[in-house]
């Protein structure tokens, strides 16, 4: 039975790009989840900073089960909480204020955190500073400058003060911290994500690839495939981004402490910078933090946060993320739905416009890459209806993404986890079906899966692209369909299949694919 994300006769009218939620207390129930859900919910974060392994457990079961009844494949995507510092418990639970021109003592003590003494989780903290560092708490809104270091206690002047909560992050600017990527709690909440069948992880605080890598091994001795998301928080990974890029499967702009770590005039430009590089290298990217902030008490976005998620669009953007505002605010469904009307209008108002710029670099493609650059020419060329994109792990579907072709991609595939993870990718509309073992029968699944599902209608012409082995990004076919008709002809081939000839009848009526020219995304940069 087909698993489509939404059976719509007109596919030109769907969103393009997809919405990242993240599930908290204001989400985390049924009737609200399933809300969100139909509000346009995509991907669904589960962030391992909070909760326990049974409550995420609870978590996953749930969204699988609303998954299977609404008939719409949700992508799970596990957040490590990473070696984030936080400021520890306080008295009485109670927040504190932190005036400015007083001192405050950070210890790695455990005690009761007052307005002149707190605890934190770091326990070198001593270490990594010296007089005169910056260090910011909660978000940057606190800013403490370090006047001595006596043990392991750091005792410091208010530079800016304010209202301090417990288990608030710090972060030290411009200080290349000595932390391990991967913690002890972060290698349990992997094994957990990965034995429960979360569909891709977040990596938080990446400075290097070395941090994905560690991932990497750990998620190959599991003998999972599961995606790989770097998040881009440290100064550190903006400078190795290209390195990061090359072995991470995805990544996320996460604006929150990168707006800490470097000054706030530059995130924009950073963003921007991310979100070209990942066209590059064809891997998808989720824009996040912040994006409708004020929707976590107000019904209703400012219109700077409307225009915040629409440019994150028109920069090209696979997908844009809610945090608080879906985890813990009071309007969770609101925030959805205005997220994706958003969305969609800048869509729709940026539709005759190439998404991405960039000069495309000469450079060596693979069969697949070609085929999806020819693909991406014949959907813009010939008007194509729909590509049908007959997929095992999810590879080329990611790669034919990234040129967003003004025409839906229907991923198709056997495999649920790959269906769940596709739901992740620009454009993609993933459909659940049964191998097909010949040319002809896929082409024949293809036609009766889209007829089915009201995507397309008789005459129209639909791309389907597959691969004559199931290796990972073996893609190497590539044929143009007149639905309703027999007459088929092959544009691409393995390089050992003969071309049959093409009666000049049928080579007629299906039109002619222009010379390949450079669209919308560039290469890959050879590797």
Request: glycine share 6%.
């Amino acid at each position: 039975m087909a698993f489509a994300e939404n059976s719509l006769t007109d596919t030109a009218t769907q969103r393009r790009a997809k919405i990242v939620a993240t599930l908290g207390p204001a989400s985390n129930t049924e009737p609200v989840f399933r809300e969100l859900v139909r509000a346009g919910v995509d991907v669904v974060r589960l962030n391992f900073s909070h909760g326990s392994h049974e409550e995420k457990l609870g978590l996953i079961q749930m969204i699988r089960k609303v998954s299977r009844e609404e008939r719409k494949p949700l992508c799970i995507l596990g957040d490590l909480q990473g070696p984030k510092i936080r400021t520890s418990k306080l008295k009485d639970h109670q927040p504190v204020l932190l005036k400015s021109g007083g001192r405050i003592t950070i210890t790695p003590r455990d005690v009761p955190g007052t307005a002149s003494l707190v605890g934190t989780t770091f326990k070198t903290l001593a270490e990594n500073v010296e007089q005169g560092s910056r260090i910011l708490l909660s978000d940057g809104l606190i800013e403490l400058r370090v006047h001595e270091v006596d043990g392991g206690d750091v005792t410091c002047e208010i530079v800016n003060g304010g209202l301090l909560g417990e288990n608030k992050g710090i972060n030290l600017p411009g200080i290349p911290v000595r932390v391990p990527s991967l913690t002890e709690k972060d290698d349990a909440d992997l094994e957990f994500a990965l034995k429960n069948g979360v569909d891709a992880i977040a990596v938080s605080f990446v400075r290097t690839a070395e941090d994905i890598r560690l991932v990497r091994n750990r998620v190959s001795a599991y003998g999972s495939e599961t995606w790989i998301i770097a998040k881009l928080e440290k100064p550190q990974a903006i400078e190795q981004l290209d390195h990061i890029l090359m072995v991470a499967d995805g990544i996320m702009v996460a604006r929150g402490d990168l707006g800490v770590e470097v000054p706030p005039e530059r995130v924009p430009a950073i963003q921007k910078h991310i979100i070209r590089k990942a066209s590059e290298y064809r891997k998808p990217v989720i824009t996040a933090t912040q994006m409708l902030e004020s929707m976590i008490e107000n019904p209703r976005p400012t219109r700077a946060e409307a225009s915040d998620v629409a440019n994150a669009v028109y920069d090209g953007t696979d997908a844009v993320m809610l945090s608080g505002e879906s985890a813990v605010g009071k309007y969770p469904v609101q925030a959805v739905s205005m997220m994706s009307r958003i969305v969609h209008e800048a869509e729709r108002t940026m539709k005759e416009q190439a998404v991405f710029q960039t000069q495309v670099q000469k450079t060596h493609l693979s069969i697949a890459e070609t085929i999806c650059e020819a693909t991406a020419h014949a959907a813009e060329d010939l008007d194509l209806r729909g590509i049908a994109l007959f997929t095992e792990s999810g590879t080329t579907a990611r790669q034919l993404s990234k040129y967003h072709p003004p025409t839906p991609i229907f991923a198709l595939s056997p495999l649920e986890i790959t269906i769940n993870r596709l739901n992740l990718l620009w454009g993609t509309i993933p459909i659940r079906c049964p191998k097909a073992n010949s040319t002809e029968a896929l082409v024949e699944l293809a036609e009766n899966l889209l007829t089915q599902g009201g995507y397309v209608r008789s005459r129209e012409i639909i791309a389907i692209v597959a691969g004559t082995r199931t290796k990972s990004g073996s893609t190497n076919f590539l044929r143009l369909h007149v639905m309703g008709e027999h007459s088929l002809e092959t544009r691409f081939l393995s390089p050992h299949q003969e071309e049959a000839p093409v009666e000049e009848s049928r080579a007629r009526r299906v039109p002619q694919m222009r010379p390949v020219k450079p669209v919308i995304a560039p290469p890959v940069k050879k590797r």
